[in-house]
């Protein structure tokens, strides 16, 4: 067994009903002084519960999916107008990812508080939208020095989100075991984020206001972002940010579409990496356990449901062709993605599509 893998310094505070006071600590741990603390406009109320006993400085409400350009360099403008020396983020990866935009210019300290299960606060993995087109990089600026998890603040979060946020958070677990720097400790995490998500996200469903089912969404969403930190990109993510950068697709549900159809094409040519997912389900095989799991939610099914055109598909093959990193388990042509995006368009049964 050989293989190299990075550990991220990121310190972690997991307790429900205690963000306020965590967060409290954390900026006093840090000296800072003057804190922006940035939430969209639906996470107002949460933020003032986190706000209560903070230097706050500056709050700031602009927060667009995909972070185009021009919403971060005014969010980076705000905070030298006022001289902040940390950033709070209250919300979901749209939040998390303005909180990076931010620090990857400025070098400012991030305490993320994540109110879904995108992951972003786990990964040193930032993303800016210019145009049609998604840019994303890695530094170690943008890696939040604190991530404060608190399962109560995510109570809120409507059923149909919290599964597309939940699914977002198993296809970084699925991308961990095949990605460019996959290895035994990313796959140890994905699996045991797997596993994870199956219990919580099914008592979500069933009761929203079941505290652990919420806690278990959200501890797996943390393994499963560090285990996408480490092992980086895979083919379903370069899928996906594709679709959302040039169609301005939702993250969330993007990624619970397409999922089923990168793991439909991967898993016959990842035997390993198919036996554990499956194993991670409790399920004879990986994709039973994943369409099992999407029954069961109530899961997205199509991206013809989220504005995604038919007449798209060749051009949006193309476009991530050029992505695809070459350690895939199996070459990828611009036919076969062709025939995932079709079928993730339409919904298909995605064991008949490979």
């Given at each position: 067994m050989r293989f190299v893998h990075d550990t991220l310094p990121q310190r972690v505070c997991f307790g429900s009903g205690e963000a306020a006071a965590n967060v409290g600590n954390e900026i006093g741990n840090l000296g800072a002084s003057r804190v922006m603390l940035i939430a969209a406009p639906a996470e107002s109320d949460l933020a003032d519960t986190i706000a209560t006993h903070l230097p706050v400085a500056l709050r700031h409400d602009d927060v667009v999916m995909h972070v185009p350009?021009?919403?971060?360099?005014r969010a980076r403008e705000a905070a030298a107008q006022h001289n902040v020396d940390a950033l709070v983020s209250v919300g979901g990866g749209s939040t998390t990812g303005l909180a990076k935009?931010?620090?990857?210019?400025?070098?400012?300290?991030?305490?993320?508080?994540?109110?879904?299960?995108?992951?972003?606060?786990?990964?040193?993995?930032?993303?800016?939208?210019?145009?049609?087109?998604?840019?994303?990089?890695?530094?170690?600026?943008?890696?939040?020095?604190?991530?404060?998890y608190d399962a109560a603040l995510t109570m809120s979060l409507p059923v149909e989100m919290s599964v597309a946020s939940g699914l977002n958070a198993l296809a970084h677990c699925v991308d961990s075991m095949w990605a460019p720097n996959a290895d035994p400790v990313n796959a140890a995490f994905a699996a045991e984020g797997i596993r994870s998500l199956a219990v919580g996200l099914p008592r979500v469903v069933t009761d929203p206001m079941d505290l652990?089912?919420?806690?278990?969404?959200?501890?797996?969403?943390?393994?499963?972002?560090?285990?996408?930190?480490?092992?980086?990109?895979?083919?379903?993510h370069?899928?996906?940010?594709?679709?959302?950068g040039k169609y301005n697709l939702p993250h969330a549900q993007t990624h619970a579409t397409v999922l089923p159809y990168v793991l439909a094409f991967n898993g016959p040519a990842a035997p390993d990496a198919e036996r554990r997912i499956a194993a991670a389900f409790g399920a004879t095989s990986a994709l039973d356990g994943l369409v099992a799991l999407k029954r069961e939610l109530n899961a997205p099914r199509a991206l013809a449901d989220y504005g995604f055109a038919e007449d798209s598909i060749a051009e949006a093959a193309e476009a991530i062709l050029p992505s695809v990193p070459p350690s895939n388990p199996r070459p990828v042509t611009a036919a076969d993605l062709r025939a995932l995006l079709r079928a993730a368009w339409s919904g298909a049964d995605p064991e008949t599509v490979f």
């Amino acid at each position: 067994m050989r293989f190299v893998h990075d550990t991220l310094p990121q310190r972690v505070c997991f307790g429900s009903g205690e963000a306020a006071a965590n967060v409290g600590n954390e900026i006093g741990n840090l000296g800072a002084s003057r804190v922006m603390l940035i939430a969209a406009p639906a996470e107002s109320d949460l933020a003032d519960t986190i706000a209560t006993h903070l230097p706050v400085a500056l709050r700031h409400d602009d927060v667009v999916m995909h972070v185009p350009v021009e919403v971060a360099d005014r969010a980076r403008e705000a905070a030298a107008q006022h001289n902040v020396d940390a950033l709070v983020s209250v919300g979901g990866g749209s939040t998390t990812g303005l909180a990076k935009a931010v620090a990857l210019t400025t070098g400012l300290p991030i305490v993320a508080v994540p109110t879904t299960y995108a992951g972003s606060e786990a990964t040193p993995v930032w993303g800016l939208t210019e145009g049609a087109k998604k840019t994303t990089g890695t530094d170690h600026r943008v890696l939040p020095k604190v991530i404060v998890y608190d399962a109560a603040l995510t109570m809120s979060l409507p059923v149909e989100m919290s599964v597309a946020s939940g699914l977002n958070a198993l296809a970084h677990c699925v991308d961990s075991m095949w990605a460019p720097n996959a290895d035994p400790v990313n796959a140890a995490f994905a699996a045991e984020g797997i596993r994870s998500l199956a219990v919580g996200l099914p008592r979500v469903v069933t009761d929203p206001m079941d505290l652990d089912g919420r806690e278990h969404a959200l501890y797996a969403a943390y393994l499963s972002a560090t285990a996408f930190a480490s092992a980086g990109s895979g083919l379903h993510h370069k899928i996906c940010h594709v679709l959302g950068g040039k169609y301005n697709l939702p993250h969330a549900q993007t990624h619970a579409t397409v999922l089923p159809y990168v793991l439909a094409f991967n898993g016959p040519a990842a035997p390993d990496a198919e036996r554990r997912i499956a194993a991670a389900f409790g399920a004879t095989s990986a994709l039973d356990g994943l369409v099992a799991l999407k029954r069961e939610l109530n899961a997205p099914r199509a991206l013809a449901d989220y504005g995604f055109a038919e007449d798209s598909i060749a051009e949006a093959a193309e476009a991530i062709l050029p992505s695809v990193p070459p350690s895939n388990p199996r070459p990828v042509t611009a036919a076969d993605l062709r025939a995932l995006l079709r079928a993730a368009w339409s919904g298909a049964d995605p064991e008949t599509v490979f």
